[in-house]
């Protein structure tokens, strides 16, 4: 489960019609999947928290890094939590 919000994200980002909108540390977006999602930034820190029109799903993930690596954690649409830990691109 840890890779449905990656997936979400990607199919999300290869729609024809996904749209955001604001500024690079706080924005809106929207996908002809059912999608919106805010995303806010702030130094080395991403927070997602997403919805799903059509499924009634909610969904969230924090991102942190520090150096080469990045902390990962959300709950997925089921209401599961998950986390991983990425060094210099490589995941668990």
Same mark, same amino acid.
């Given at each position: 489960?840890k890779? =449905?919000l990656?997936?979400?994200?990607?199919?999300a980002?290869?729609s =024809?019609?996904?749209?955001?909108?604001?500024s690079?540390? &706080? !924005?809106t977006?929207?996908?002809?999947?059912?999608?919106?999602?805010?995303?806010?930034? &702030?130094?080395?820190?991403?927070?997602m928290q997403?919805?799903?029109?059509? %499924?009634?799903?909610?969904?969230? !993930? !924090?991102?942190t890094?520090f150096g080469?690596? %990045?902390?990962?954690s959300g !709950?997925d649409?089921?209401?599961?939590s998950?986390?991983?830990?990425?060094?210099?691109?490589?995941?668990?």
């Amino acid at each position: 489960m840890k890779y =449905a919000l990656a997936a979400v994200i990607a199919l999300a980002a290869s729609s =024809a019609h996904a749209g955001c909108f604001g500024s690079s540390s &706080f !924005q809106t977006c929207n996908d002809n999947s059912g999608n919106s999602y805010t995303i806010n930034r &702030f130094g080395n820190t991403t927070m997602m928290q997403g919805h799903n029109s059509r %499924t009634g799903s909610n969904w969230s !993930q !924090q991102s942190t890094t520090f150096g080469n690596t %990045t902390m990962h954690s959300g !709950q997925d649409a089921a209401g599961d939590s998950w986390n991983s830990t990425c060094v210099n691109g490589y995941c668990n």
